[in-house]
Each structure stands twice: as structure tokens, then as C-alpha cells.
């Protein structure tokens, strides 16, 4: 080959391997393959420190989960679907105020998800049966309600700030009409915008097992249901961030399984250790997973961003059942995870007197009998 022709062809190679890094920097794509029959690692290995914070029990605050939360200028702010309100704590668990205000008025919200937040020091809080916004104050005083406008046909799944507007995910209607894309973007009057992510194909099963949406450094990230990826939002479009590939185990592999809702349903209800849906909470350092199999079980797992290695996690207690964890948000390096109270001694069991503290000042005496769920704000680390 003369010279010169090789000196162009090297050039184009280096130029295409430069774009493709820049690329893949932008994009910043990240895959992580995850066995769940490995070994397994006991959780406390994997945890620094924990901070306790017992949610005082009362006649207004009695909870039997805690599935949904999100943090207050004041403290803590539990999402309690069950019965349809929100329930307020300081920061060190003790009862503040509760917010109910489920009806069909123009000054009721119909139903209850996942969508409350703080925003410009007011919490708010989407209604998708009532399409609409409700304000309250930090003490949970009512303020105003806003109409949030979009097609009829859509019935909006879960709803979040972004840029100067909002996001929301939407669900399918159990109709003919649904909307043809899964996200809907709208202004700061929460009117209508545009749209993106196409859904040619609706999936059969009509589930929403988790909030859709999370921030890393004010970054969105969208997690879509029935999904093993997870996308960052820019510029109003969906861009893969990371993806748990899960090989033979991922049920939605087989084209078949998602064919209509007879088959969908039979493939989640069999038991069968294959993963139907898997949550995740991000942050720079960590991914908490948990995926689920069946209906009813399901696994935890810790991902190393740095190393990219996984980690399958043994939660289970001494009796051969899981420690019932839910996580909950990451709050700079604590991950915020709820447990029920009858767990929380042999939790408490497997950690050394300096890898816990209790908020408030208290003991365990002080709330070992209470009813109410406990949250523990773990700080992980990585023992290998």
C-alpha cells in the first residue's frame, strides 16, 4: 500500500475511533451484567454505617408501609397510598402533620401515587384521576390547585420537575385510544408540549410497581416500566444510561411473553426464577437493585459504578426469610430504606455499636414496639 494511502487510511480509523469515545463519553452508556443464581454476599458487609429514624406512632400517623417517600425542607414526607394521604415528620421521625384531602371536589385529589414533591419551598402533589396539581404549605396547609392540561385520552402514570416545566410518564387506558409515546413534556403552567418516546407496541401488563423518575447532580433519569435500561432525559429525549442485562433470566426476552395479557400474567405468576422487573436506586457510586421474580419474591443487589462489578445480596434473616427493605431515595450518600419494626432487632443484630445511631436522641427501647415501619439511612461501602 503506498504511503500516502496508508497515512489516510490510519487518519480515518483515529478519526472514527475519537467520534465513537466522544460518543460514548456523551452518551456515557453503561452495561452491567447481572447473575442472579452467583454468590451470594452478606448485605452487612456492604453497609458503613446506618442512621435510624423511628416515625412516631399516633392516632393520625399509624402506617403499615413505607413504599414512597420524598425529603422536606422540615423533615420527612411519607407517601401513604393505602390510605390515600401524605404523612409529615421532622427530620428526626417525630409526627407533624397529615395531609388528607381524597374526594372528588375541585379541592380533592381522586387518587394517590408516587408523584409528591417540594418544590420552591411548597409541596405538591399530582392527582392523574383528577388531572390536576394540588399546593400545600410545609405544614400541609392547602393552598391552591392547578388543572394540568393534556389530551383526554392520556391517563398520566407519574409526574416530575423538569427544566423549567414538568415530565410525566404516561399509562395505557384499559381502551381502544391510548397514546402512542410513554412521555409527555409541559410547560411551567403544565400545559401541553411534546411528547417523546414512541410506544408502538404498548406492553400487556398494566403494572407501575415504582416511581419512574430520580435525579443525579439535577440530572432526570427516567426508569421505564417493564425495562431492564435506564435513561437520562436531555433535551427533551430519552438517553440510554444504563442497562441491567439479566441474559436467559430476563422474562420480556422471550417475544411470546408479551404477546397479550393472558400470556404476561402466566409468565410473572409461574414460578420460575426469571426476572420480570427490576427497580433501581442511582447514585454516582452505587446502583441498589431489586429485581422481582413472580409475583411475590424478590432479590436485592448492589452494582459498583466504579468497578462495574455486581454484587447478589443475601438480605435473608435467620429464618430463611428476606429482610423486608424497601429503598427509598438516596440523600447524598445515604441511601433513605424502610423496615419494619418487628425487624429491626435482629437488623440491629448484625451491626457493632459504632455502625448505628438513632435519631432523636432515643433508644431502642423507645420504639421497639412500636407499629409503625422504621427508616434507615444506610451509607454502603464496598468490603472487596
Not at 374526594?103 to 381522586?110: A, L
Not at 399530582?126 to 396539581?133: A, P
Not at 405544614?139 to 390547585?145: F, N, P, V
Not at 433535551?235 to 441491567?244: A, D
Request: proline content about 5%; hydrophobic content about 35%.
Amino acid at each position: 500500500m503506498p504511503y500516502p494511502l496508508l497515512g489516510k487510511t490510519l487518519f480515518i480509523i483515529l478519526a472514527l475511533s475519537i467520534c465513537k469515545n466522544i460518543n460514548a463519553q456523551e452518551n456515557n452508556f453503561q452495561h452491567y451484567q447481572i447473575d442472579i443464581h452467583g454468590k451470594r454476599h452478606d448485605f452487612f458487609e456492604f453497609v458503613e454505617h446506618v442512621e435510624i429514624i423511628p416515625l412516631e406512632e399516633t392516632e393520625q400517623s399509624l402506617l403499615s408501609r413505607v413504599e414512597a417517600y420524598f425529603p422536606t425542607p422540615n423533615g420527612i414526607g411519607i407517601i401513604d397510598r393505602k390510605n390515600n394521604q401524605v404523612q409529615l415528620f421532622n427530620k428526626a421521625g417525630k409526627y407533624l402533620n397529615t395531609i388528607n384531602r381524597f374526594g372528588e371536589g375541585p379541592e380533592e385529589y381522586r387518587n394517590l401515587g408516587s408523584s409528591v414533591w417540594v418544590e420552591n419551598n411548597q409541596i405538591k402533589l399530582f392527582s392523574s384521576l383528577s388531572r390536576s396539581v394540588l399546593t400545600f404549605d410545609l405544614q400541609g396547609t392547602y393552598r391552591k390547585t392547578t388543572l394540568v392540561n393534556y389530551p383526554e385520552e392520556i391517563w398520566g402514570g407519574s409526574l416530575t420537575p423538569y427544566n423549567d416545566g414538568y415530565m410525566v410518564q404516561m399509562l395505557d387506558r384499559p381502551k381502544v385510544k391510548r397514546s402512542s409515546y410513554e412521555l409527555m413534556f409541559l410547560d411551567e403552567n403544565f400545559k401541553d408540549l411534546s411528547f417523546a418516546s414512541p410506544r408502538p407496541n404498548p406492553h400487556p401488563f398494566p403494572v407501575n410497581t415504582g416511581n419512574r423518575f430520580s435525579y443525579i447532580n439535577q440530572q432526570l433519569i427516567w426508569k421505564k416500566r417493564l425495562s431492564d435500561s435506564i435513561f437520562f432525559i436531555k433535551e427533551n429525549k430519552p438517553i440510554p444510561l444504563m442497562r441491567f442485562d439479566f441474559g436467559e433470566d430476563w422474562t420480556w426476552s422471550n417475544p411470546n411473553a408479551g404477546l397479550n395479557m393472558k400470556t404476561a400474567f402466566h409468565e410473572i405468576w409461574r414460578e420460575e426464577d426469571k426476572v420480570w422487573e427490576v427497580l433501581s436506586k442511582v447514585n454516582e457510586q452505587y446502583v441498589l437493585i431489586t429485581y422481582k421474580y413472580t409475583i411475590t419474591k424478590d432479590d436485592k443487589g448492589l452494582i459498583d459504578r466504579k468497578s462495574g462489578k455486581f454484587y447478589r445480596l443475601d438480605t435473608r434473616k435467620e429464618d430463611g426469610e428476606n429482610f423486608n427493605l424497601f429503598f427509598l431515595e438516596w440523600e447524598n450518600d445515604g441511601l433513605t430504606t424502610s423496615l419494619q419494626a418487628y425487624d429491626i432487632e435482629e437488623f440491629l443484630e448484625n451491626l457493632d455499636d459504632d455502625q448505628y445511631s438513632i435519631a432523636g436522641g432515643l433508644k431502642y427501647e423507645d420504639f421497639a414496639f412500636s407499629e409503625n415501619p422504621i427508616l434507615l439511612r444506610i451509607k454502603f461501602k464496598v468490603p472487596y
